[in-house]
């Protein structure tokens, strides 16, 4: 059976500074070596290499912006889906049953090849398409114009 034992503070009830050496300590920043991160290069640094040991230093590499490219991609199912609301908002038009997409208008760079394709779908002013999404494309009776290259 555990053994109950009293309380730190009810046997120094009467001695001034509770076992915390001057009468002001365990009070302010002083007596823990600093607030904060105060210390962590000096006499805290095995404390904070313990939890967290990459604190210091630099890790991982950060591409320069003028190497990466924004590319605006989206899935030729998502393109299917919104052939209706395009054509509502005027960025889009029919002719018979082919929808007339100018993708460039849209904003959009490079065409995926997820989803359904339930239209005929004629894409104008494609930068860059997969070859399963051509490939949805043109089997349902759809045509996409590519840039020569």
């Given at each position: 059976?555990?053994?109950?034992?009293?309380?730190?503070?009810?046997?120094?009830?009467?001695?001034r500074s509770?076992?915390?050496?001057?009468?002001?300590?365990?009070?302010?920043?002083g007596?823990?070596?600093?607030?904060?991160?105060?210390?962590?290069?000096?006499?805290?640094?095995?404390?904070?290499?313990?939890e967290?040991p990459?604190?210091?230093?630099?890790?991982?590499?950060?591409?320069p912006?003028?190497?990466?490219?924004?590319?605006?991609?989206?899935?030729?199912?998502?393109?299917?889906?919104?052939?209706?609301?395009?054509?509502?908002?005027?960025?889009?038009?029919?002719?018979?049953?082919?929808?007339?997409?100018?993708?460039t208008?849209?904003?959009?760079?490079?065409?995926?090849g997820?989803?359904?394709?339930?239209?005929?779908?004629?894409?104008?002013?494609?930068?860059?398409?997969?070859?399963?999404?051509?490939e949805?494309v043109?089997?349902?009776?759809?045509?996409?114009?590519?840039?020569?290259e």
């Amino acid at each position: 059976m555990q053994k109950r034992r009293s309380k730190k503070i009810t046997k120094m009830r009467g001695v001034r500074s509770a076992g915390y050496g001057r009468t002001k300590g365990h009070r302010a920043a002083g007596q823990r070596g600093g607030k904060g991160m105060a210390g962590s290069e000096k006499h805290h640094y095995i404390k904070v290499m313990q939890e967290n040991p990459r604190y210091f230093g630099k890790w991982g590499f950060k591409r320069p912006q003028k190497v990466i490219d924004n590319i605006v991609a989206i899935n030729i199912g998502d393109i299917d889906e919104a052939a209706d609301r395009l054509v509502e908002q005027g960025m889009a038009s029919i002719t018979g049953k082919k929808y007339n997409i100018d993708v460039t208008r849209l904003g959009i760079d490079r065409i995926l090849g997820s989803g359904k394709v339930t239209r005929k779908l004629n894409l104008v002013g494609v930068k860059a398409i997969t070859p399963r999404a051509l490939e949805k494309v043109t089997s349902n009776g759809g045509s996409v114009d590519l840039p020569a290259e």
